[in-house]
């Protein structure tokens, strides 16, 4: 009798077609918004987790995402070197400056100081040059996959490139390195170069020292080493996910992203929901009288049931599986452009979980129809 | 119709395995890049963290000038070895040899007047003189002669009183100018007198100190090394002028270097946890395996306010740290006066992690 079901369902192409496309879309609305709202929360924390070569982010207490400059005393490094439990620390400074390209185009972008000897904190891989680079003279790193985007020579065309001079805050600096990142939730083209020197190139002000960045020993629980910390100096140390969490609970509480896409992410889960069952019910109502004719022929309750069951099961796997792929394809696209995708397991299976409740409610709804049936509908009409 | 009935189901399979793939990929986590070189980590379970900067033993001279002027020599270059006492720099010496010159000449003319002095009398003054006082006596003995012929006389009639008086007169005369021939003889001959003899002498000698204080002069426009050591900075060069008192970049710094000191800054809020002839390991930056254990020489008992890296002179001091000096033989690590340097100090511990409301009271203080 599945047979008979599935040959039902398929023998009506345009009507099989729709339904399949109708699944596929709710469940491409479904991942799509939400894997961008995802991905959008991930990379709040890029930086972070593109810096994560510690253990601990010593911090003033009130810092509320990872480009929150609230600057420490220069002696804290050293306080912090001090603590039980830490391996090595070094210095992080970050700030927002204006850059000024050869061409005269301006731009806002964010400087991070990376600790002079060891160049701790550095961007996970280079393109061009090397990381070593930096210790020459007026050596900027940029980003390679951003320049074109967010370091564009407006004027002169083009972009940033390798070996290229420009100004940040008044002060030559040379592109002696290309990077390659994660990319980030913060817009400004990020640009890194050794501590010192961003201390000079940046103005001056009373405290310059944005982050310490932490290893501890092995074996050290991470927890006590940030008490200590903090009873050593009185500054906030947060692991690389805590800081992650601050930072994407910032950014989507206090500016009304989450509510925002929140709300796309529900209309998109509501409107997938609605045009699935519809079209589900609307399938089996349409195919009433040929079960009128199944009940009319002697078929019982249950092999209705099962046909109908078979059917809509049939066309939720199928048009998840379809909308699925759309959907991680979709993202490819979208992620390859710049914009935020992030699809992490629970994503594809919630929608799946989704399109089965949907799938199930459809069935019963339109199953109560076809019990109801009287055989002699057939004839009637 | 077999192949189109199948294509639905593997668009599907298809798109299931896309999903997993995209799934996966996305949960790898990221690696970020290993650093250039790992940091230097403490050796100590209770380190007391510091920057270090290493300086000479003497700490760094910074060499000044007693005399400003334009530098006309320059002895040493940066690096070289020298024992106290080597010259340095000179500075243009023109003016002060020319007064010199002047100096002796009124120093030899001193000498001569007082030499002229003690010569005194002159050999060819004395013929006159005495032929003077020979003169005198004549003339005394005419002059008798003539009155004691008047006076023998013995009628009255034949010699006027007048002419008797002026013979007398005549001879009172003669006897007084022929004392005073002697007199000028015997002053002539006792030669210089003995306090014109004395301001003489101490011409001289005024002279000479004056003679002895340019002479001085030219000496210190030398500028000698006052230790043995390495000069470390030359800033002097042939032709520029070399200013006198504190100047903002030193005209030469040296020091001892054979034993080299390292000074470390410990912040205020550590102090206490440092003790004399506490343990010490300094790492050199970028490669933490060139390190060394240190000598404790002595904890500067003054607290000083931190000199920042950014060097803006308008910014206001935040951190006072305590400066604590160690030492190590030069020949055990590669580094070089003025270098920075991690440094750990076994110090005393912590009180063992407060209470939350403990630490919390303790945070506002140390935050600011």
């Known amino acids: ?381 | 119709m077999f192949v189109r009935k199948y294509v639905i189901p593997v668009l599907a399979v298809a798109g299931v395995a896309a999903a997993v793939y995209t799934v996966r990929s996305e949960s790898r986590p990221v690696t970020p890049a290993p650093p250039v070189a790992e940091p230097a980590s403490s050796p100590f379970n209770t380190p007391v963290a510091g920057a270090g900067i290493v300086e000479a033993s003497t700490q760094n001279i910074a060499i000044g000038t007693q005399l400003a002027g334009i530098v006309s020599k320059v002895y040493v270059v940066a690096g070289a070895k020298v024992t106290a006492g080597d010259p340095l720099f000179s500075i243009d010496a023109r003016a002060l040899s020319a007064e010199l010159e002047v100096r002796e000449a009124a120093l030899a003319s001193a000498q001569q007047n007082l030499a002229r002095m003690r010569a005194l009398p002159r050999p060819e003054d004395v013929p006159p003189a005495e032929a003077k006082v020979k003169e005198m006596t004549a003339m005394l003995e005419d002059a008798r002669n003539q009155f004691a012929l008047m006076s023998a006389v013995e009628d009255p009639r034949a010699v006027s009183q007048d002419a008797l008086a002026q013979r007398r007169f005549a001879v009172a005369s003669a006897e007084a100018r022929l004392a005073q021939s002697k007199a000028d003889l015997d002053l002539l001959k006792a030669g210089a007198w003995k306090p014109d003899l004395a301001i003489a002498e101490a011409n001289v000698r005024a002279a000479a100190a004056q003679v002895a204080t340019v002479k001085t002069d030219l000496d210190r426009l030398t500028v000698r090394a006052p230790v043995n050591g390495d000069v470390l900075q030359v800033n002097v060069r042939l032709g520029e002028f070399a200013n006198v008192g504190p100047v903002a970049t030193p005209l030469m710094l040296m020091g001892d270097t054979d034993t080299l000191h390292i000074r470390v800054d410990i912040d205020e809020n550590d102090a206490w946890r440092i003790t004399p002839n506490a343990k010490a390991t300094a790492f050199v930056r970028g490669n933490k395996q060139l390190k060394t254990d240190l000598k404790f020489v002595r904890i500067e008992p003054y607290v000083v306010p931190k000199r920042s890296l950014t060097g803006d002179s308008s910014e206001r001091v935040d951190t006072r740290v305590l400066q604590v000096l160690y030492s190590f033989p030069r020949e055990r690590l590669p580094v070089y006066v003025g270098q920075q340097m991690d440094v750990f100090i076994d110090g005393l511990a912590r009180p063992t992690s407060a209470p939350a409301s403990g630490s919390a009271a303790a945070a506002p203080e140390a935050r600011n």
């Not at chain 1, 050290?220 to 994407?248: C, K, P, S, Y």
């Not at chain 1, 509501?270 to 022929?297: E, H, P, W």
């Open chain 1, 1 to 381: 009798m599945i047979f008979v079901a599935l040959k039902m369902l398929i023998g009506d192409r345009l009507k099989y077609l729709g339904l399949l496309a109708g699944v596929a879309f709710a469940t491409l609305l479904i991942v799509q918004q939400s894997s961008i709202l995802v991905g959008l929360a991930h990379q709040t924390g890029s930086f972070i987790r593109d810096t994560a070569q510690g253990d601990l982010w010593v911090m003033d207490e009130q810092v509320r995402f990872s480009q929150d400059s609230l600057n420490l005393r220069d002696t804290v490094l050293q306080q912090v070197r001090g603590v039980a439990g830490v391996r090595w620390a070094v210095p992080v400074y970050q700030g927002f400056l204006k850059a000024r390209l050869g061409d005269g185009t301006r731009a806002t972008c964010i400087l991070v100081g990376i600790d002079d000897a060891t160049l701790t904190g550095g961007p996970p891989s280079m393109v061009e040059g090397s990381l070593a680079d930096l210790r020459q003279d007026r050596a900027v790193l940029i980003d390679h996959d951003a320049a074109p985007q967010k370091l564009r020579l407006r004027n002169a065309g083009g972009h940033l490139r390798y070996n290229d001079r420009f100004d940040i805050n008044d002060h030559e600096v040379r592109v002696a390195g290309t990077y390659r990142a994660s990319k980030s939730f913060f817009w400004e083209p990020v640009i890194y170069t050794t501590y010192s020197r961003a201390l000079s190139i940046a103005p001056a002000e009373r405290k310059m020292l944005t982050y310490v960045l932490v290893k501890t020993q092995p074996g050290a629980d991470l927890a006590a080493v940030a008490r200590d910390i903090h009873a050593a100096t009185g500054l906030t140390a947060r692991t690389n996910e805590e800081f992650a969490a601050v930072t994407r609970d910032y950014i989507l509480t206090e500016t009304g992203i989450l509510v925002n896409f929140g709300l796309a992410v529900g209309l998109g889960f509501v409107i997938g929901v609605l045009i699935c069952g519809q079209m589900l019910y609307n399938f089996t109502l349409d195919s009433l009288r040929y079960y009128g004719s199944l009940k009319a022929m002697g078929a019982t309750g249950l092999t209705l049931i099962i046909m109908v069951l078979a059917q809509v099961f049939a066309v939720g796997v199928l048009g998840y599986g379809i909308g699925i792929g759309f959907g991680s394809l979709l993202g490819k696209l979208v992620g390859n452009a710049g914009l935020a995708f992030m699809m992490p397991w629970w994503i594809p299976v919630i929608a799946a979980i989704a399109i089965l409740v949907i799938c199930a409610v459809a069935a019963v709804l339109s199953l109560t129809q076809v019990l109801r049936l009287e055989p002699a509908i057939v004839f009637r009409a």
